[in-house]
């Protein structure tokens, strides 16, 4: 399982997060992306992971909260809630 959807609940609405292994740098760093988009804005973040095994487990146990967290998180800095 190299990708995962949560279903967060956020002002009143359920909002979609995704997350899922994006690229593999040259030095065999993953890179795990999560993505939303929330009032046409695209929330994007990556995570950078020293191996297979780290990122694999980050995605498995991605949870509810950590997705609402990013969620928030980012809707504030992109400025998607103004």
């Known amino acids: 399982m190299w990708t995962k959807t949560l279903t967060v609940k956020f ?3 359920l ?3 995704m997350v899922w292994l994006s690229d593999t740098k040259e030095d ?3 890179i795990v992306t999560m ?3 929330l009032n046409e804005y695209f ?8 191996d297979r095994d780290a990122a694999y487990d980050f995605i498995k146990h991605c949870s509810v909260s950590l ?4 969620l928030i998180r980012k809707a504030y800095s992109e400025g998607a809630l103004q």
């Open 11 to 13: 002002q009143k609405r």
């Open 15 to 17: 909002v979609p997060v």
């Open 28 to 30: 065999n760093e993953q």
């Open 35 to 37: 993505q939303s988009m």
């Open 43 to 50: 929330l994007i973040e990556q995570i950078q992971f020293a």
């Open 67 to 70: 997705a609402q967290s990013f």
